[in-house]
């Protein structure tokens, strides 16, 4: 029997068993050289046994909470939004234009959609029903979903406006006058909690700034997708829904989200503003209902602006 050692051949005589403890053995060889030449084997470690752990039932509650874990973020994601948003509405509004103006507008529901973002992460912030029916219709989200973040997302809007109303009751009180609840006129709180277009808009000019308003919102979006934008997307859309408000909400409010108009204009009907709430500006109510949606999904990976102009957002297939 001959064993290689680097450059060295050896012919192995003799060999001898060494035990040196439990951990390690080795064999000992005499070469034709007259050289002991060590072989070492290393024990195979014992198996250790397998542990079976038994998995404790789900609790009921567990199981409640994990099913509307995402329709309760969306709900609280969304009234976080109208609570600031509404809010510094009612601020300018109510103290007549003294405790900011329309910029502090602007920069509120930037930090209302950036806050309402961050809240609802777990369900993907998406805040508005045309946001979440693009996710639908271009991203493959589950179509059974829709159904459920649309009513979250107008849950949460109305409880955002009911809050925003009992904290602001005072100061309504204060700008109307006790128990005056009117719409349209330059005493009225109504425009505290939805949108109203300018007395000089007319039915296609309304239709076309939240048009257009939409269409910005979602294009932007999917390019904060593209480009990565991760944890950083709700600090982007801070400046997004600023510069919008900022650029294209004189006209109509920018609604641009159906949850955030249509659930507190609700909520201002029922709390004494009479059917003024849905006729105002020509029935524009419906305006923000619909034109989000049809933006939204002129955006989409198949929309007009992407597929032609632009970029395909493959990302979002």
Known sequence: ????????????????????????????????????????????????????????????????????????????????????????????????????????????????????????????????????????????FPWHKFPIYFIAQLLGAMAGAFIVYFNYRSAIDNFEGPGIRTVGLNTSSAGVFCTYPAPFMTRGGMFLSEFVASSILMFSIFAFVDAGAGDLTPLCLFFLIFGIGACFGWQTGYAINLARDFGPRLVSYILGYGSEVWSAGGYYFWIPMVAPFLGYQDTGDDGLEVRIWIFRCDSMQ
């Open 1 to 140: 029997m001959s064993t290689q050692t680097d450059t060295e051949i050896v012919e192995v005589k003799d060999d001898v068993v060494l035990d040196n403890g439990p951990d390690l053995r080795f064999k000992a060889s005499q070469s034709s050289t007259g050289r002991m030449v060590e072989h070492r084997e290393h024990p195979t470690p014992p198996e250790t046994p397998l542990e079976y752990v038994q998995q404790e039932p789900e609790l009921a509650w567990g199981k409640i909470r994990r099913h509307l874990q995402e329709p309760f973020s969306e709900f609280f994601g969304t009234m976080v939004l109208i609570l600031f948003g509404d809010g510094v509405v009612a601020q300018v509004v109510l103290s007549d234009g003294t405790k900011g103006d329309y910029q502090s507008i602007s920069w509120g529901w930037g930090l209302a959609v950036m806050i309402g973002v961050y809240v609802a992460k777990k369900s993907g912030g998406h805040l508005n029903p045309a946001v979440t029916l693009s996710n639908c219709v271009f991203r493959g």
